[in-house]
């Protein structure tokens, strides 16, 4: 399965990365340097979906992704500029990534402002 060129959206990765501050506080911040993909991105959706994410599901992307940046088990958590420029924060976070034979299925959720999933 090849992704049509018509469907991609360039989104950008970021890469997570978490400090403790003195009181054993975990700090998430993001990498400065953002890396350019290419996927389809749709809103997620289905009996399944509405039965796992509940309320939530307006928050889910489902995506799919052909190219070497991502890899399963590795960028769980990392984030995405998908509605901010790459110069933001991220607005999603990856929370799930499904290898495929051509491709691979991604799961973005949004971030709320303070940090956390919706």
Do not use: W
């Amino acid at each position: 399965m090849r992704l049509r060129e018509r469907d991609l959206v360039t989104v950008y990765l970021k890469k997570r990365h978490v400090e403790q501050d003195d009181e054993s506080n975990d700090i998430v911040r993001y990498s400065d340097e953002p890396i350019e993909l290419d996927m389809t991105v749709q809103a997620a959706g289905g009996q399944v979906a509405a039965a796992m994410y509940g309320k939530r599901l307006k928050y889910i992307k489902s995506c799919k992704y052909q190219g070497n940046e991502l890899v399963e088990g590795k960028n769980e958590h990392d984030g995405i500029c998908l509605k901010v420029s790459k110069t933001s924060e991220p607005d999603y976070q990856i929370t799930s990534i499904q290898t495929f034979s051509t491709h691979l299925n991604v799961t973005l959720e949004r971030i709320k402002q303070d940090g956390s999933a919706d």
